[in-house]
């Protein structure tokens, strides 16, 4: 056993990769797929930031096409705004920190314990989403304490702010048939 396991950190390839960079609490599977494809369709970063890139819709029309376009074009990046603001709001509350310390506490607790036996309570074995409904129930009143219902309305208004601007005043990237049609006086 532990030669295959000598064998298996040979196989590995050094340095880091995407998937050693992704979080291995992710299990295999659709959330590590979606994580994977995001990471892979992210946009520069120099030309999603750039200044002179930056301008006022001449009409509602063009209005509507950037931010038809640049929410498809970016949504990688938009993606990672929203998950940088949601870090920001974590990190900035401290109550927030301890409420989410204390769900996640008892979820390792819960696991722990699973590990050595079935979790019984009242003589009836409790299943995993249960265990996972009693840790939320636990620290429920940490995340209300904490104000978790106004972090989720900032983060969301915030991400709703930052991507619609950022969608309406970026100008879109010039399409081969496009700069051939002309607009009817």
Known sequence: MAAE???????????????TLLPKLIPSGAGRE??????????PWGSFVDQRRFSRPR???????RLVRNVEYYQSNYVFVFLGLIL?????SPMLLVALAVFFGACYILYLRTLQSKFVLFGREVSPAHQYALAGGVSFPFFWLAGAGSAVFWVLGATLVVIGSHAA??????????ELQMEAV
């Open 5 to 19: 396991k000598d064998q298996q950190k040979d196989a590995e390839p050094e340095g880091l990769s995407a998937t």
């Open 34 to 43: 979606w994580l994977e494809r995001r990471r892979a369709t992210i946009r």
């Open 59 to 65: 009409n509602l029309g063009e209005l509507c096409q």
């Open 88 to 92: 920001y709001c974590v990190v900035t």
């Open 169 to 178: 005043f970026h100008q879109t990237e010039a399409v081969d048939g496009e």
